[in-house]
């Protein structure tokens, strides 16, 4: 939580992590937002070079650290971030890179989404990526969306330091 960093920051307590040059820290986790265009895999397979993953987004106070965050960080409207959701094991089954279930009353999905939309993937949309430039009512933008699209997105890495 904040108050612990507070208190890491004041003491400057050992057991606190330290997020390596790049990465922004937040609570007891870090952050990369990268901005190479890559597909969901590849975006997963890089986080883990880094020895983090793709961010699972666990609390409300996460989602509204991220959501502004991204906003800053987007020039074009389709340049959102890939986070650590699929349901390409089994349809309208979401769950995060971990194995866990999504929380269904833990959810931002912006409005009429998830919709696996056929369009442009006959395989549908069963990766999920966020951000809403324009800003989003209650920080609920999370889009479901084809897995394979190279977009200029941005991943995000979340260096797991409490959960390992
Ligand atoms: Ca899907
Ligand atoms: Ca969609």
């Given at each position: 939580s904040s108050d612990r960093c507070f208190y890491c920051d004041l003491f400057k307590d050992d057991s606190c992590p330290k997020c390596e040059y790049g990465w922004e820290q937040?609570?007891?986790q870090c952050y990369y937002f990268s901005i190479d265009p890559l597909t969901?895999?590849?975006s997963r397979y890089e986080c883990r070079q880094k020895g983090g993953d793709l961010v699972q987004?666990?609390?409300r106070e996460?989602?509204?650290f991220l959501?502004?965050?991204l906003r800053e960080k987007m020039?074009?409207?389709e340049d959102k971030f890939w986070i650590g959701l699929t349901d390409s094991e089994k349809?309208?089954?979401w769950l995060w890179v971990d194995g866990s279930p999504l929380n269904e009353s833990l959810t931002f999905w912006s409005s009429?989404?998830?919709n696996n939309w056929t369009g442009y993937d006959p395989d549908g949309e069963d990766c999920v990526r966020m951000g809403k430039k324009a800003g989003a009512p209650d920080r609920k933008c999370w889009f479901d969306e084809s897995c394979k699209f190279y977009f200029l997105l941005i991943d995000i890495l979340n260096y797991i330091y409490n959960k390992t």
């Amino acid at each position: 939580s904040s108050d612990r960093c507070f208190y890491c920051d004041l003491f400057k307590d050992d057991s606190c992590p330290k997020c390596e040059y790049g990465w922004e820290q937040h609570g007891r986790q870090c952050y990369y937002f990268s901005i190479d265009p890559l597909t969901w895999s590849e975006s997963r397979y890089e986080c883990r070079q880094k020895g983090g993953d793709l961010v699972q987004i666990d609390s409300r106070e996460e989602q509204t650290f991220l959501e502004p965050k991204l906003r800053e960080k987007m020039n074009f409207n389709e340049d959102k971030f890939w986070i650590g959701l699929t349901d390409s094991e089994k349809e309208g089954t979401w769950l995060w890179v971990d194995g866990s279930p999504l929380n269904e009353s833990l959810t931002f999905w912006s409005s009429t989404e998830p919709n696996n939309w056929t369009g442009y993937d006959p395989d549908g949309e069963d990766c999920v990526r966020m951000g809403k430039k324009a800003g989003a009512p209650d920080r609920k933008c999370w889009f479901d969306e084809s897995c394979k699209f190279y977009f200029l997105l941005i991943d995000i890495l979340n260096y797991i330091y409490n959960k390992t």
